[in-house]
DNA sequence: TTAAGTGCAAAAGTTTTGCACCAAG
DNA sequence: CTTGGTGCAAAACTTTTGCACTTAA
């Protein structure tokens, strides 16, 4: 089973039971999505940014790659916010996957967390014989900012509402 | 809002109430979809294609243009089931949305509707100011075909299982 | 010691854009 | 008419890959 958090010892354990390898620089990325803020995703190029910042320097192909193996099996999920690239985070153990609002002018992302719909997942996983990876809402829309503004066709396309500042994110359930 | 089925005259009015234009480029692309079995979707590429074969010619950017400008407006919803590019298809109007779940070895989709999904979409879209657009659960597994081969690591990234010809969308509710 | 992983640079895609011309409202 | 839309070709990005070299197990 996949980790809540992960140590050196229990990531290198979930490598290599599928036959890869434990290598720093995949410490080091995993390293930087455990630290990040809850409810923080970054593409590779952040990713990699980030870890120029801290001195490391892997190469963008092994952010890539990396990234690219641990959404396979499932540490990582793949959040697609139709900003143009793929963004990851950690991915939480079933049933504490959360969803994602997001507004298709100004990209400002609510998150919420919502145990049902993880359920609902896992059902509809099992009743088709696949084994869960990662269960995601994804709500598509236009916030009232935007819509104040004469969305869509008064706004040119980069707009942004002064609010997308502040996170709304809050965890609420409904 | 949205029809179900458009006319070339209701997609003009939705169009114009936008302070959008209808062109016979926008209604060429929106015929693709309409006459699409229900369950598929396509690309960029596939839709030019399509229509390269039915004889018209429409440039490709004009379909990128198209298909952003119908994502953007809820008319098309866009479908992101990692192969690398972006899927669109009609978007049913509230709450007729489905839902997909997706094998990250195989790409073998299989489509599924869930009203209650959609409900909980739209309050948690009016909770937080939204107008909703659209509503998507996207799951992520490992189909069995691929767990009996020993995936992960004993599997090549491009292995697809014999199964995925035939298409389990069978819209089965849960 | 050997199969997997990395870095680099090049390639492959996909999607966007600038601009001159055309056409819907 | 006036503003939005189209086509074309070029550009911009994101992501993947081939290959020689390292390194984890």
Redesign the interface.
């Known amino acids: 089973m996949l980790k809540a958090v992960y140590t050196a010892t229990s990531l290198k354990s979930d490598l290599n039971q599928?036959?890869?390898r434990l290598t720093p620089q995949r410490e080091k990325i995993l390293d930087v999505f455990q630290r990040l803020p809850q409810g923080n995703h970054l593409s590779a190029e952040d990713l990699h940014n980030i870890l120029k910042d801290r001195g490391e320097r892997l190469s963008l192909s092994t952010v890539y790659r990396t990234l690219n193996l641990m959404?396979?099996?499932g540490i990582l999920?793949?959040v697609?916010l139709?900003e143009g690239h793929k963004h990851y985070e950690i991915n939480p153990p079933y049933p504490n996957h959360h969803?994602h609002?997001v507004?298709?002018q100004c990209h400002r992302t609510?998150e919420?967390k919502?145990e049902?719909?993880s359920k609902?997942?896992l059902?509809?996983?099992e009743?088709?014989?696949?084994?869960?990876?990662?269960?995601?809402?994804?709500?598509?829309?236009?916030?009232?900012e935007a819509?104040r503004q004469g969305w869509?066709?008064?706004l040119p396309s980069d707009w942004s509402c002064p609010h997308s500042g502040l996170d709304?994110a809050d965890g609420?359930d409904?």
Chains 1, 2 share one sequence.
């Open positions: 599928r036959g890869f959404a396979r099996i999920r793949e697609e139709a969803h609002l507004c298709v609510v919420f919502n049902l719909i609902l997942g059902k509809q996983a009743a088709s014989g696949f084994h869960l990876l990662d269960c995601q809402l994804t709500i598509y829309g236009v916030c009232l819509l869509p066709s008064l709304m609420t409904l």
